[in-house]
């Protein structure tokens, strides 16, 4: 899918009237590798794409799923059972190369191919107004909803919630290994740490995610305050019903696609919080929720005996850099640990305790994360059942 990257450049508005996928991403690609805090694009990229024309643009069909943006201006870069719902978190991706030219509401498979940068998941494009320069909102990363302002990493070393841009109706791709051997611990050389999650793994498979809108679902009135819904993990088809406020990211509840004898629509009261802004190394905070309703059409709650809790604990230990299949991103690690007990404050045997870490990103979101297998007691445990990471 399509994702949004800053780069200084001299000419945007020639850039954005100019832009073949392939070398769009491969201009991104260097700069996101570059070693460099501070990057402009290389002479040989603006000659590059000053040089191309639209009419050179490969179709949707042939052209690699290739994600990546210049930005319009010139700014420093610096669960079956339910499964963690953390790992639905990355929500960058979402705007892509663009170009005045595009057609509103035309079909696309990425932001890319949209004048707005954002292809929603009716697979057409967003229309985009036009602003000084012919510009619209997708040659920066996608506004948020009710905002027309575009997220500019600072590399402040804090993620902000204006840092955090996702609304329903935009998709992103991830690419998920399973049973994955990793270093959670990073490399630490002086006082930087570095993760590597590149891969390629054995057992990697690529998934494109929806971000929802709550309206015309069957379960939205159970959740008048949901802001979108995502699905949970790399496989089956949960949904998370999420709340995106001022100042935290929470769950509301876990639902099936649709409605029927063997749904799910299961509560959680209060709803946790699985980030809270601005989110920054040393917070930390805990959440703890009662899970009630339906689960695959059998009820849950006290009358049935079948009511339980679920408890997040979750802290934020280290900054650093992450590499995954997209490229390099400045992170903070976020450590979070699931316990669920029973009425009777027991463990529950099909729903075993997890942690998980997640690395997020300014303006990306969560760009990687790893959940733990069942049992596990290790915060930074050695094998993920499932390895998240965000793609091209």
């Known amino acids: 899918m399509s994702t949004t990257f800053f780069a200084n450049d001299r000419s945007p508005s020639a850039i954005a009237r100019a832009i073949d996928l392939a070398a769009c991403a491969a201009i991104v690609r260097r700069a996101l590798v570059s070693p460099t805090p501070h990057a402009r694009a290389s002479d040989e990229d603006e000659r590059a794409l000053s040089a191309l024309s639209l009419r050179d643009v490969a179709s949707p069909v042939t052209s690699p799923r290739i994600s990546a943006s210049l930005s319009s201006r010139t700014v420093d870069r610096p669960m079956r059972t339910v499964l963690f719902p953390l790992l639905a978190l990355s929500l960058a991706a979402l705007a892509g190369c663009s170009s005045e030219t595009s057609l509103e509401g035309a079909s696309c498979r990425t932001g890319a191919e949209c004048a707005s940068g954002v292809c929603l ?12 320069g012919g510009l619209g909102p ?44 990793i270093d959670l611990a990073g490399i630490t050389t002086g006082t930087e740490t570095r ?34 819904a995502l699905t949970l993990g790399a496989s089956g088809d949960l949904l998370g019903v999420f709340t995106l406020g001022a100042t935290e990211l929470a769950l509301a509840g876990v639902v099936s696609p649709s409605d029927g004898a063997t749904k799910t629509q299961l509560a959680y009261d209060p709803a946790p919080a699985f980030l809270r802004f601005p989110l920054r190394v ?49 992170v903070v690690r976020v450590l979070t640990s699931l316990t669920r007990r029973n009425q009777a404050g027991l463990p529950i045997a099909t729903l ?41």
């Open 282 to 330: 040393g917070d930390s905070w805990t959440s703890t929720s009662t899970v009630t309703g339906t689960a695959q059409g059998l009820a849950i709650g006290p009358l049935t005996g079948t009511q339980y809790t679920e408890t997040y604990a979750t802290t934020v230990d280290a900054a650093g850099t992450v590499e995954v299949p997209f490229g390099t991103f400045k």
């Open 121 to 132: 998941a009716s697979g057409t494009c967003e229309p985009a107004p036009l602003t000084d």
């Open 352 to 392: 075993p305790d997890r942690k998980t870490v997640a690395f997020v990103a300014e303006c990306f979101g969560t760009v990687a994360s790893a959940t733990s297998a069942g049992g596990e007691t290790r915060a930074l445990f050695t094998t993920a059942s499932e390895l998240q990471r965000l793609a091209p």
């Open 195 to 228: 993760w590597n999650f590149k891969g390629p793994f054995t057992s990697d498979t690529t998934r494109v995610v929806d971000v929802q809108a709550p309206a015309g679902k069957w379960w939205a009135a159970a959740f008048p305050s949901a802001s979108y």
């Open 138 to 181: 997708g040659d920066g990363a996608p506004p948020l909803s009710g905002d027309s302002g575009a997220c500019v990493p600072n590399a402040d070393g804090r993620i902000d919630r204006a840092e955090f841009p996702v609304r329903a109706g935009l998709r992103a791709t991830y690419t998920y290994g399973t049973n994955v051997a």
